[in-house]
């Protein structure tokens, strides 16, 4: 694990005689106030852009500030109000942004030790707190901030830390976890984490085909917009901030379940129900009602074909010791993968606006069972007749069923021949 080394490293020469735990805070506060000001900057630009239109005479540029620092914590899990409507649909690719912010710091200025790490998610977490409490979020608003703070910053962070020259392994830091857990079960649980992966490509590639496939449609909204050279770019930046939830909605879509966006919508292969929706371009990008039924019903089978992927891992990493070693395996990966997806919907999902929108998203247990169920079929149509200790038990059970019917019969042929001398003897 991390351990705090009285050595000097070359990454004290930031901060010459500073604690530890005062460079791991610096490199907190730096990863959050690099990401702020990647949504303040434009923020301002904007302000500055439409500060002659009359209608923005008695907003202050301290509003776009504010407007960034809810949009920060939006991303960090906490709901902000638009037009008197609760939006919590949190956007994923501010969320990646501020996570990349705090990897980048961590690893150019952080402190790879057990001080420094606990000293800089810590501080990011407070940090969050502290944005949440200056604009005003109430009780609820600053505990939601400190716990997004202490997820993200543990993820950035400890990910930057990780890349450090002097820092351990991630393999080392696991290790007295690792001894405490069956063999089959971790690899499962990389099996499953693989199976995730995997489920996340194979939606991003159908993302951007959906996109392809419906730009007609997202040129006409665009046009109908209206928009001017700034409204373009703050749509645009919109857009991209919620890309990565069209990626897990088409994960949820993969998956047959489906998605909504709005309430008495749905999204899936077996049948698509549309309703109205916002101008918003992105979502032309959703399938049409005539991409559903027929062939596209068998599209979850997509799912086994990821788990012969992690029944193949599985199989090559697992040394079997017991038959029932690579089913406890290939449980491991369908609770993983049926857990990570689940977590996957439940980030994505929330609410987008007012009335109908206020249900955007994927069921998040449907969807994780779901994937349980298709992957683990694949790993285990995979993992179980190739593993040689299933093979030996079934040929050992295969040949002690023989015998058991060999000794049978030849105790029947004995019984059957003394029956027959009987019967002679009783004729003569």
Do not use: K
């Not at 770019?233 to 709005?262: I, M, Q, S």
């Amino acid at each position: 694990m991390l351990q705090d080394d009285p050595r000097p490293s070359f990454f004290t020469s930031a901060i010459d005689g500073a604690p530890r735990w005062a460079v791991g805070a610096l490199a907190a506060v730096q990863g959050a106030a690099l990401s702020l000001l990647v949504l303040a900057v434009p923020a301002v630009a904007v302000f500055v852009a439409t500060s002659a239109d009359p209608s923005n005479a008695e907003v202050a540029w301290t509003r776009a500030v504010v407007v960034a620092a809810h949009l920060w914590l939006l991303a960090h899990g906490v709901p902000t109000a638009v037009g008197g409507a609760e939006v919590s649909l949190v956007p994923l690719g501010l969320t990646l942004l501020a996570a990349f912010t705090c990897a980048a710091s961590a690893r150019r200025s952080g402190v790879a030790t057990r001080t420094g790490a606990l000293a800089s998610v810590t501080a990011y977490a407070l940090l969050a707190a502290l944005v949440a409490l200056v604009c005003g979020t109430g009780g609820s608003g600053v505990l939601r901030a400190l716990l997004g703070g202490l997820v993200v910053g543990a993820v950035g962070l400890g990910r930057g830390l990780l890349r450090r020259a002097e820092a351990p392994a991630l393999e080392d830091l696991v290790a007295p976890l690792a001894r405490r857990l069956p063999a089959a079960v971790l690899v499962g649980v990389r099996g499953g984490a693989l199976a995730v992966a995997a489920l996340v490509a194979v939606a991003g590639l159908l993302a951007a085909l959906w996109v392809v496939a419906g730009r007609a449609t997202v040129g006409d909204v665009v046009g109908m917009l209206g928009l001017d050279a700034v409204g373009g770019v703050v749509l645009a930046v919109a857009e991209l901030a919620y890309l990565p939830n069209l990626v897990v909605w088409a994960l949820a879509w993969l998956a047959g379940p489906g998605f909504a966006v709005g309430t008495g919508t749905r999204f899936a292969p077996a049948e698509v129900v549309h309703g109205p929706l916002p101008a918003v371009p992105m979502l032309g990008a959703l399938p049409a009602p005539d991409l559903a039924g027929g062939a596209l019903v068998a599209v979850p089978a997509v799912l086994v074909a990821v788990g012969l992927l992690a029944g193949s891992a599985v199989h090559r990493r697992l040394v079997t010791v017991r038959a029932r070693d690579v089913l406890v395996a290939v449980g491991a990966v369908a609770v993983t993968s049926g857990l990570g997806t689940a977590v996957l919907q439940l980030l994505a999902a929330g609410a987008a606006g007012p009335g109908r929108m206020a249900q955007v998203g994927a069921s998040a247990w449907l969807v994780g069972l779901a994937v349980a169920a298709g992957v683990g079929l694949g790993a285990l149509l995979l993992a179980v007749p190739a593993d040689t200790a299933v093979r030996a038990a079934v040929r050992a059970r295969w040949a002690a069923t023989r015998a058991r019917r060999g000794a049978a019969g030849a105790t029947g042929g004995a019984g059957d021949a003394t029956a027959e001398g009987d019967r002679a003897d009783a004729a003569r």
